[in-house]
């Protein structure tokens, strides 16, 4: 019932969105729009995806390094996979099989290598942040279309947001210190729960952190975040070649604008981004740019195709090739919720059963003390 209601409000969320992205817009218009774009600036903006993904591959074997060795081939191809997974199945489910998928086929601790996926998003974070920082230093206010209350808000939201990533770095940096320490002090639940189940916490705890090692060596951690910034200036370059191709005239730096507020976009949880990406770079161009509606509408679509259809081909071909298909890997993704759900379950059973033992003995040794007493 939960599961379907959720389904019903993510579809009534992606219909919102599309509906506020199309409200103003003269289909004809947008196709005129369409027509008109450059194909050889397309080409070259579908080309970008290819350094994107390769320098994601690239920076997921750094981050694994402290973990085990994981060739490169295999980061790129659970990568590919995982992305395209994310684009075609419900809850992103790419997040979750692409460690799986490298665990296994590298042989390395699945809960380690997911940890990595949490920091790579906080990289990803602090580096979009970081470039929109640039983009706001160095930007001539003349240049910047429409309300200027609204830019305000939205500089003052990325300053909120930069200063909760840098502390979320910093709080994985103190979790990740000390890996066999954080371990032990989850041996503390062994008061509440049996000592079974908490020592299965407190090794999950512990193998969690082990994923956090970049998190230890401040310098691999510097170089991991350096690694991010040629990945997301090739997005930036996607974007704004296809800006260009719809013959938007606006600098190579305001697409690190446009691309701040597609991560919003993004994160939105809609099915493959549609309806939040799209908004969100109509807002970007016709507010902050001055864009006409329809030449903005006709961008954003051809924009999402860029940056999912390419990576999304890619990754069933290495689906294929590994003998996983679409079915499969929606039926594996409802495995792991539906492992997830069984331990929860299994949890508060074992729980329920530890504290009835322990009013048990309790009940016996104050029986015990008034035999003694008598």
Not at 23 to 51: F, Y
Not at 60 to 86: K, N, V
Not at 331 to 348: H, L, N, P, Q, V
Request: aromatic share 8%; glycine share 8%; net charge positive.
């Amino acid at each position: 019932m939960r599961s379907r209601l959720r389904a019903i409000l993510i579809l009534l969320l992606t219909v919102g969105l599309l509906a506020y992205f199309l409200r103003n817009a003269h289909l004809a218009g947008v196709w005129t729009e369409t027509r008109r774009a450059r194909a050889s600036l397309l080409l070259l903006a579908v080309g970008t995806s290819g350094v994107t993904y390769t320098m994601r591959a690239l920076r997921w074997q750094y981050l694994l390094a402290p973990i085990g060795h994981a060739r490169f081939r295999t980061a790129f191809e659970t990568t590919t996979i995982g992305f395209a997974a994310s684009f075609l199945l419900p809850a992103r489910a790419g997040e979750v099989l692409r460690p799986y998928l490298l665990a296994r086929r590298e042989r390395l601790p699945a809960t380690a290598c997911f940890a990595t996926i949490i920091v790579e998003r906080l990289l990803d974070l602090v580096t979009v942040l970081l470039l929109f920082g640039v983009f706001v230093a160095l930007v001539d206010p003349a240049s910047i279309a429409g309300d200027p209350a609204l830019y305000a808000r939205v500089k003052a939201g990325g300053l909120v947001a930069g200063s909760a990533s840098l502390a979320g770095l910093v709080a994985f940096f103190a979790l990740a210190g000390h890996p066999e320490r954080l371990g032990r002090a989850a041996l503390s639940i062994e008061r509440v729960l049996p000592a079974r189940l908490a020592h299965a916490v407190a090794r999950f705890v512990e193998t969690f952190a082990q994923g956090l090692g970049v998190m230890r060596q401040p310098g691999r951690l510097f170089v991991s975040l350096l690694l991010s910034f040629p990945l997301w200036l090739s997005i930036a370059a996607g974007i704004w070649l296809t800006s260009r191709a719809f013959h938007m005239t606006f600098a190579y730096i305001g697409s690190f604008l446009v691309m701040t507020l597609l991560v919003v976009g993004v994160a939105m949880p809609t099915p493959g981004a549609i309806g939040g990406f799209h908004a969100m770079y109509q807002i970007a161009v016709t507010t902050f740019f001055g864009v006409p509606t329809d030449r903005a509408v006709g961008g954003a679509i051809v924009l999402h195709a860029v940056s999912f259809v390419p990576v999304t081909l890619l990754g069933l071909l290495f689906m294929a090739r590994e003998g996983l298909s679409l079915t499969r890997m929606r039926e594996m993704a409802a495995e792991e919720t539906e492992d997830g759900r069984k331990t929860e379950g299994g949890s508060r059973k074992k729980e329920d059963e530890g504290q009835d033992r322990v009013s048990e003995e309790s009940r016996e040794a104050e029986r015990s003390r008034e035999r003694t007493a008598r």
